[in-house]
């Protein structure tokens, strides 16, 4: 609902391309692809079976002779897929031909938003220097997957954390709220929110784990995102050399980033030679970004949301643009915060239904006589 339309129609490309790439890499064998799940965010061994993950490590450490026991670790296919689709739209987006001209726009928000002090830029020194020394509390160690995951979560975090910010300055803008009272409550939620989130993934893991363990997961339930970073750690951390190197299973994944380069350009040439069709408009690094969108365990959202997408951004907008402008975002956020909430009940719910169904049979039965002699008591 708040997503551009343009941006969503390209997305919607990648997908189109999600579902002929990935069929292509698992039918067409490519990376030994039948011989494991057709979508997991786990390592496997050659055979078939999950990889031994603890047998390849000495104190938390690769070790070269175990590894010769066990042998090579695989990808799923479509895991593979989109590490390589993930490169190439990161190396699109790095020689993007598009934009390159400053395009200065009056913002009324922003001319209202001067009769506020901005935030000093020592506040953000400050930030950086105390989440910079976080950081450093881990180390990239060859061989040391533990230490690899930390580097990947302080590598993307800060990248999508950065771009929350962002946006909730410019609500913060368009609500005409001073900056700094922004700034602070922006700190403070993400203080609060961490603890929460630490809170909520020791209940669903306790309550959802043979879920969060399987390889698909549920329609609700998925661990796709802690596989993800399990096998990354595993592969980047440990197995890098074998697993990427020239030569070996996935030397495509790092040569991605290269070949991405060159993927917006056919886009240009033709732009320059037909200004007037619309090659503009075509994003390499989004299409290319959901070009394996769908390689994770829970899909059952896509066709909803491109639909409502549609919907909402072309023909309630085009037909209805006093109505969008007022209550579309309103919506959307009240939408989103709905769902949060409701999440957050109905794990709570199920928690609760786990503790009555551990009740030994004799105990439920005594509180059951209990209740109803109150009952007819109170009667």
């Not at 700190?187 to 893991?205: E, F, H, P, Q, W």
């Not at 350009?265 to 030679?273: D, I, S």
Request: with cysteine; glycine share 8%; net charge positive.
């Amino acid at each position: 609902m708040w997503q551009p339309l343009w941006f969503q129609l390209n997305s919607y490309i990648g997908i189109c391309f999600t579902y002929i790439l990935m069929s292509a890499v698992y039918y067409g064998d490519i990376w030994k692809a039948k011989n494991f799940p057709f979508m997991s965010q786990a390592i496997f061994a050659e055979d078939g079976s999950e990889y031994n993950q603890t047998a390849l490590l000495t104190n938390g450490r690769f070790d070269p002779e175990k590894f010769e026991k066990l042998g090579p670790a695989y990808f799923s296919a479509t895991n593979a897929l989109g590490l390589v689709t993930a490169n190439l739209s990161l190396g699109a987006l790095s020689m993007n031909p598009w934009n390159k001209s400053v395009f200065l726009v009056y913002d009324v928000h922003y001319e209202k938003m001067k009769v506020y002090k901005q935030i000093p830029r020592w506040w953000y020194v400050i930030v950086l220097i105390g989440a910079y020394g976080c950081a450093q509390a881990t180390y990239m160690v060859p061989g040391n997957p533990v230490a690899n995951m930390y580097g990947a979560l302080y590598g993307g975090q800060p990248i999508s954390q950065g771009i929350g910010f962002l946006q909730d300055l410019k609500l913060g803008q368009y609500v005409k709220l001073a900056p700094r009272v922004t700034f602070c409550m922006q700190i403070t939620g993400t203080v609060v929110g961490a603890l929460l989130n630490y809170v909520m993934m020791l209940s669903i893991i306790e309550n959802q784990r043979p879920a969060l363990l399987s390889i698909s997961g549920t329609r609700l339930w998925s661990g796709q995102n802690a596989q993800s970073y399990n096998s990354n750690a595993i592969a980047w951390g440990a197995l890098a050399p074998h697993m990427f190197s020239p030569g070996s299973t996935y030397h495509i994944v790092p040569l991605s980033l290269v070949i991405g380069l060159f993927l917006p350009l056919p886009f240009f040439v033709a732009h320059r030679m037909w200004p007037k069709v619309g090659f503009n408009n075509f994003s390499t690094p989004i299409i290319m970004l959901y070009s394996c969108w769908l390689a994770v365990g829970i899909n059952t959202q896509v066709n909803t949301t491109m639909a409502i997408g549609v919907f909402i951004q072309w023909w309630v907008r085009t037909r209805y643009p006093r109505w969008f402008t007022k209550y579309n975002y309103i919506v959307a956020a009240g939408l989103d915060g709905g769902t949060q909430v409701i999440m957050f009940i109905l794990n709570l719910l199920s928690s609760a239904r786990r503790d009555i169904a551990s009740i030994p049979p004799m105990v439920g039965q005594r509180l059951q006589l209990v209740h109803r002699s109150l009952c007819a008591s109170s009667q």
